[in-house]
Nanobody
Framework: QVQLVESGGGSVQSGGSLRLSCAVS????????MAWFRQAPGKEREGVAA???????TYGESVKGRVTISRDNAKNMLYLQMNSLKVEDTAMYYC????????????????WGQGTQVTVSS
């Protein structure tokens, strides 16, 4: 069993930056593929970025070039650095973990955090 706790969300103006963190407990993060998803009101959950056990990364088209996903296996932490934020990035952001996800950016991961809210204003 894995527990995930996100932090780092908040309110920021368009063009600003935020760094989200996800603290993992219950097992070593090194055993899992990790990902960030987001969900805005009335919209489906969207894959933002994923990182494989070995460190390979995949990004959603809407955020490519503006976000960086990283992991610190020694600290059992996952991060999402978001730059050049846009109003349309406003959403609840979720951390997810799975040992072998079928799709890296589809929301079929086994373990989920409670989310952290990101609000971008113009």
């Amino acid at each position: 069993q894995v527990q995930l706790v996100e932090s780092g969300g908040g309110s920021v103006q368009s063009g600003g930056s935020l760094r989200l963190s996800c603290a993992v407990s219950g097992n070593s993060i090194s055993a899992y593929y990790m990902a960030w998803f987001r969900q805005a009101p009335g919209k489906e959950r969207e894959g933002v970025a994923a990182i494989a056990r070995y460190g390979g990364t995949t990004y959603g088209e809407s955020v490519k070039g503006r976000v960086t996903i990283s992991r610190d296996n020694a600290k059992n932490m996952l991060y999402l650095q978001m730059n050049s934020l846009k109003v349309e990035d406003t959403a609840m952001y979720y951390c997810a973990a799975d040992k072998n996800p079928l799709y890296l950016l589809r929301p079929y991961y086994n373990y989920w955090g409670q989310g952290t809210q990101v609000t971008v204003s113009s």
